[in-house]
């Protein structure tokens, strides 16, 4: 049996399933309408993704440092991107390029998607597989590794979504995309566009979205 809670952890609970509700409102009034997505913005608890410190901000609106100069994205920017990535579909594989947090991971996996992940930095990595565990999500795929190369032992994939922004398209992760599907990425440098991207018969489609603002996607790991 689970320890009683305490008094505090109770209000925190309650306060956290209201705060929580009011986010998933505010995510169906500007534009997101993906059941899936809105349920698995609701349920996955971002406070556990970032510093306690924060964790009162988890909420809002608003994107939130994650340590090592990065950042988990605002969660109408998650949502959007998970959406473009499922809507219409069933989620099937899916690469995330950039685990950070892994707040963007444990919402891939509550639409019901096989999810794999990797991150340059290891330090993120451990972190994002603490708070996955304490989320109690924990079947994803972590790796520590570059995205620029992707998964070629995993691929292809039906969806790839990167949460860094690239100065161009990495050529990799379009062949390891399974036809048919679709990536969703930020695009840029000081200026930055949501792209989503579809492989056809007729060859990639390539749509440019809303202004974004990312980290950059960098080489290497370390
Ligand atoms: N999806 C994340 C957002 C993380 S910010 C979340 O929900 O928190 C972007 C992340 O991309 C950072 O952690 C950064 O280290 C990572 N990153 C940047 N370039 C990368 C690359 N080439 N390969 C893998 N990860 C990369």
Redesign the pocket.
Known sequence: MAAPLTPNAQAYGMLSERTRRRMSDRLRQHGINDERVLSAMHEVPRHL?VDQALATRAYDDVSLP?GHG????QPLT?ARMTELLIQGRQPGKIL??????????AVLLKTGAEVYS????GA?LDQARRNLRAAKLVHARLVHG???VGLPEAAPFDGIII??AARALPAPLVDQLADGGRMVLPLGEAEQHLWLLEKTAQGLQKTRLDPVK??P???GRS
């Open positions: 993704f994650i990065q950042t988990i994205s998650v995330e390029v950039g685990t950070g947090c892994g707040y963007q991971t990797i991150e340059r930095l993120i570059d995205g620029n949460t860094a990312f980290v996607l960098l080489n």
